[in-house]
């Protein structure tokens, strides 16, 4: 949701620290600000709404030097889009500064007590009362780090919480329940951020907090400790894998076309996880009598392809439950599994169903890309899936290759109960190492004819996107994309529900895209094409996906994108990147912002 970074040094940090929150804007760009101090032991701030690039411009944060300070970049929850929302918030003396990612839910109840014992407020956020309270307890207790404690002991909610004070001019503290945050260590000099984003240009080793820990950070020493009770806590430093140049655009225009580009490697990552960790999760998944995949947004769908590749390739059809939903539906015991899958690692809704499932027993896994998120330190087993950072807000690679590691698990399962033979999964396994040079074909090959589509039907403002079989989760994903980055409405459904509702709304306003499977999938491949003709009866658009066909034959599309021969098992992954690209044309023609659409966050960390 929102970035949070903070800087401990002996020299000045200012640059530093706004490329720490540049390097964090995908998790929010409404506003942001830096609260630095300055060798008299004063903090100043400077804070705005706008990106990062426009704040910086409009406010001058060079100008703030110092060797110690914090920095955030926010998507709002409480409290509109203002100037005086955007965080850093100080307390009434200004003698304490605070950022905060989160929700606090007894927001209200504090706010009057402190509005009560004379506190001042200057924003309509629930994080203000944070640094009220801080300073109310620091007037009592006389001691920054009992304030501070004292404070974080009394907030209900979700916080990753960073404060400086002119107390203390020399350090940081942060603390951390439910809201991802981390410590990145340097050579007299250390970091904190939301994610290892906000510092991997500058140190690679790290240390993870825990919930329901503070942390007290100088320039060259950082103390764990349990909010409860004070005891220190130990923690071994991590390696991060990601580096710097990873999280550049690299001459694309946008990080969304640069990481449609990288999938052909995320599809080699994917398929190198190592086998015995795939198994792992075959094994937890059969053993149990129920299995869960759960995630939500991309991830649902994500979940919803496993599914189908579980019940095709291994008999098993698990439960998939949008993780928001999950509490709600599923029943856990501890003969279930759950199989979450999250990019972050720390979406609160999968986070939530993760710990649903756990307080009833079952057993849990992950499939994560962020090494050392909240998802990944939680679960029995894990699995790191090694795409690489993904920045743009929009999921791609991340998603592709999820669903490779899905469908390697199934595979996996298939061969342990029998369902497929080795050799069989050792054919799809070949099949799947086809898939990157496929990938790179569509993106070499068709690119442009995607583009030109996506051109002349820019005006359209509703989309179908129509599939059958696991290629329904691939329309339902694709859908998704167009909404987000293009901001065009568009329903995903199987071609199937059609008719039963939906045709009603077929007309020169409405286009429709369909995923065609190869014509060796012969049922699905026939009953596919019926909803196109349907469509096309009532003089609807049709966009067909298809693929190379043996013999030509007049196909019920009004026009179609053709791709190579592909096997049935690899087909839906292959569309989805065509789909992706369609999104992003759209978008491009529409001029939106690509890499950053309104109203979206790249870690959805609030319930
Ligand atoms: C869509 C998108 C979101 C995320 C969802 C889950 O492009 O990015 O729908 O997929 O918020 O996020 P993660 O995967 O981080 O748990």
Redesign the pocket.
């Known amino acids: 949701m929102c970035g949070i970074a903070g800087i401990v040094a002996l020299e000045d940090i200012s640059a530093r620290l706004v490329q720490s929150i540049r390097n964090l804007e995908y998790r929010g760009y409404d506003s942001c600000g830096i609260a630095m101090l300055n060798g008299s032991g004063k903090i100043k701030i400077s804070k705005n709404i706008g990106s990062v690039e426009e704040v910086c411009e409009k406010e001058n944060f060079g100008r703030l030097k110092g060797s110690v300070g914090i920095a955030h970049t926010r998507w709002a929850t409480h409290g509109g889009v203002t100037k005086s929302n955007a965080h850093p918030h100080m307390s009434c003396d200004n003698g304490f500064s605070i950022a905060h990612n989160g929700i606090i839910s007894n927001h209200e109840k504090l706010r009057t007590r402190l509005k009560n014992a004379g506190h001042r407020f200057r924003s309509t956020t629930d994080t203000e009362v944070i640094v009220h309270l801080v300073e109310d307890w620091h007037r009592k207790v006389k001691s920054v780090e009992k304030a501070f404690v004292a404070a974080m002991r009394e907030l209900d909610g979700t916080y990753a919480v960073i404060l400086v004070t002119g107390h203390e001019p020399d350090r940081i503290y942060c603390a951390r329940n439910e809201s991802p945050l981390l410590i990145g260590l340097g050579d007299y000099v250390n970091y904190i951020g939301s994610d290892l984003n906000a510092f991997i240009d500058h140190t690679k080793n790290a240390v993870f907090m825990e919930d329901k820990e503070y942390a007290i950070v100088t320039h060259d020493s950082c103390i764990l400790k349990r909010i409860s009770d004070g005891e220190t806590m130990s923690r071994q430093v991590q390696e991060l894998m990601w580096d710097s140049e990873m999280a550049q655009k690299g001459g694309f225009p946008h990080y969304m076309l640069k990481e449609i580009y990288e999938q052909p490697q995320v599809v080699h990552n994917a398929l190198d996880i190592d086998p015995e960790l795939v198994e792992g999760f075959a094994r937890m998944a059969l053993e149990k009598k129920t299995l869960h995949i759960t995630?939500?947004?991309?991830?649902f769908y994500v979940s919803q392809i496993g599914q189908y590749y579980f019940s095709r390739y291994a008999g098993v059809t698990p439960m998939v439950i949008s993780s928001d939903e999950f509490r709600f539906l599923a029943q856990v015991d501890k003969d279930t599994a759950i199989i979450a899958?999250?990019?972050?690692?720390?979406?609160y809704d999968?986070l939530n169903a993760l710990r649903y499932g756990k307080s009833h027993h079952a057993t849990t896994g992950a499939i994560v890309n962020v090494m050392g998120s909240s998802m990944a330190r939680m679960v029995d087993q894990m699995i790191l899936q090694g795409s690489g950072p993904e920045i743009c807000?929009?999921?791609t690679k991340?998603?592709l290759s999820q669903m490779i590691i899905l469908a390697r698990i199934a595979m996996a399962a298939g061969v342990m109960n029998g369902r497929i033979t080795a050799k069989q999964a050792r054919g799809y396994e070949a099949q799947l190492r086809e898939l990157p040079a496929a990938i790179e074909n569509v993106l070499n090959e068709k690119s442009g004819f995607i583009h030109t589509i996506a051109q002349q039907q820019s005006h359209i403002k509703h989309w179908l996107f129509l599939g059958r079989g696991r290629y329904y989760p691939v329309a339902r994903e694709s859908a998704?994309?167009m909404k987000?980055v293009s901001y065009v409405h568009a329903e995903g459904m199987p071609s199937g529900f059609l008719k039963h509702g939906t045709i009603a709304l077929i007309d020169e306003n409405l286009n429709s895209v369909v995923f065609a499977p190869p014509e060796e999938e012969k049922e699905l491949y026939k009953l596919t094409l019926s909803s196109a003709e349907e469509i096309r009866a009532r003089d609807g658009y049709v966009l067909g996906l298809t693929f190379k066909q043996k013999k030509k034959e007049k196909l019920p599309f009004t026009e179609q994108i053709v791709l190579p021969k592909t096997p049935p098992f690899t087909a839906p992954f292959l569309q989805m990147v065509v789909a992706q690209l369609l999104s992003y044309f759209t978008a491009t023609t529409l001029k939106r912002n690509i890499d950053r659409p309104r109203s979206l966050a790249?870690?959805?960390t609030v319930a």
Do not use: F, H, N, P
């Open positions: 995630g939500v947004g991309t991830t899958v999250s990019q972050s690692g720390e979406t999968t807000v929009i999921s991340a998603a998704l994309k987000e790249k870690s959805v």
